[in-house]
């Protein structure tokens, strides 16, 4: 009984040092397993982005701030106002911001002028104290050379010029391909060839005949026609009107009253401000203030052109605005002694902004011609100062600003951050139509300088 009982022991442990000894080699199989996966399938690693998606978050809701509060377009061309703002949103934080527009006149356009010293001081004065939507456009103006035209907005040559030498095209097609504009104010005179680079880059050429002494101004049928933008400019933008001499023939002001004129048409028309609150026009040009009190918003009628009162700004300053209902005829400032009859390229006429009329021909002799080159703009304008800045009225001034901010760069420059190490741009389109509808896009950029 002994014996059976060791060897049945004996049996037995046999048997668990077999069962010990598959367990470990299972062990030694699972092991290598697991080695070969981890080698052939490494582990993945995941790294949180919420840094980047708080900056697009915080870009939207920062910009719908500034638009539910009603100051996105102040803040769009304000930088003071801006950047105060966003101190305020980001206080003591490593947050880097920019900005920029796209799509509207800037704070600050740069008109480069091939011009005398007079007409330098002219354009100055003429485009004084313009307001867009009731923010201020300072227009800064420097002489340049048409070799090396000044960084700027737009070109303005003023006067007769050859443009076809080729240092001269080559600068004016580089300057263009910069988005910048080109204005010419220019009279071709019968002995003068209308040369290849006014027929390219200005889209005009030489034109037989006249065609009638109406005036036409075009009115662009939608959007998308070329003449829409300086139109738009040309009927809400609010002329800035002066009155700053002391007049006392009007009776019922009691504090105060100044006197200016309204020149259209060759033709100028006395106006008082009565105590900085309401004003009176001579409609008639008898010297007699014929119509009013007017207050802003009320209209007017001279020479059969309706006109509005937009703003009184103080005691010694109004801006008036066109009507577009009643439509606005130049006098004939396009047809002059031994000058050409100029016409667009383009034989729809669709790019003539100021015309005379011809009922027999679609093509018309034009004072205004507008065209995009490369991607820049340019506009041909018969000179209305041929004879002598004194004949020039308020609605010539009217037509070149219009001219000067269609056709100026509108992209606003954004600030270079040296420090920028990751930065996400957020885009909003804005309109504003409290004079002149303008729609542009307002860049808003967020950034960690690491």
Not at 292 to 308: A, Q
Request: aromatic share 14%; charged share 20%.
């Amino acid at each position: 009984m002994l014996r059976q009982t060791k060897f049945r022991m004996s049996d037995k442990a046999n048997k668990a040092d077999k069962g010990f000894v598959n367990i470990f080699e299972l062990i030694i199989v699972v092991v290598a397993l697991f080695s070969a996966y981890t080698f052939f399938f490494p582990a993945f690693s995941y790294k949180s982005n919420w840094n980047n998606a708080l900056l697009v978050v915080q870009a939207r809701d920062t910009i719908l701030a500034m638009e539910r509060t009603g100051k996105l377009y102040d803040y769009s061309f304000d930088a003071n106002a801006r950047n105060s703002f966003l101190g305020k949103v980001f206080p003591a934080s490593n947050v880097l911001t920019w900005s920029k527009t796209t799509g509207a006149p800037k704070p600050t356009v740069q008109i480069a002028c091939f011009c005398t010293n007079e007409q330098v001081t002219a354009l100055s004065h003429w485009l004084d104290d313009i307001r867009i939507n009731g923010r201020s456009v300072n227009f800064v103006i420097s002489q340049t050379s048409l070799t090396n035209i000044n960084p700027s907005d737009a070109l303005l040559v003023w006067g007769y010029q050859d443009l076809s030498p080729p240092a001269i095209r080559a600068e004016l097609e580089d300057y263009l391909k910069e988005g910048n504009g080109v204005v010419e104010v220019m009279d071709f005179a019968t002995g003068t060839g209308i040369d290849n680079t006014q027929n390219d880059i200005f889209g005009i050429n030489e034109y037989t005949g006249w065609g009638t002494d109406t005036i036409s101004f075009a009115e662009p049928t939608d959007a998308e026609i070329i003449t829409y933008q300086p139109y738009k400019f040309f009927y809400h933008l609010p002329i800035p009107l002066k009155a700053t001499t002391p007049e006392s023939n009007l009776g019922t002001c009691t504090k105060s009253n100044n006197t200016g004129t309204f020149a259209i048409r060759g033709n100028s028309y006395n106006f008082w401000i009565c105590d900085g609150t309401k004003a009176y026009f001579d409609t008639n040009g008898n010297g007699v203030a014929d119509t009013g009190p007017l207050v802003p918003g009320s209209t007017f009628t001279i020479e059969g052109f309706t006109f509005h009162l937009k703003y009184i700004d103080s005691a010694t300053g109004i801006r008036v605005s066109f009507d577009p209902s009643t439509g606005y005829r130049f006098a004939d400032f396009i047809k002059a002694t031994d000058v050409k009859a100029v016409s667009s390229t383009v034989k729809s006429n669709e790019k003539a902004l100021v015309f005379r009329e011809n009922p027999s021909d679609v093509q018309k002799a034009s004072g205004v011609v507008l065209n995009d080159y490369a991607a820049g703009r340019t506009a041909w304008v018969a000179n209305f100062t041929r004879d002598g800045m004194a004949s020039v009225g308020d609605d010539h001034h009217l037509l070149l600003a219009s001219l000067l901010l269609w056709a100026s760069n509108k992209e606003t420059k954004g600030i270079l951050l040296e420090n920028l190490n990751v930065g996400f741009k957020t885009s909003y389109v804005n309109v504003n139509a409290t004079d002149v509808y303008e729609v542009y896009t307002f860049d808003l950029g967020l950034g960690y300088p690491y």
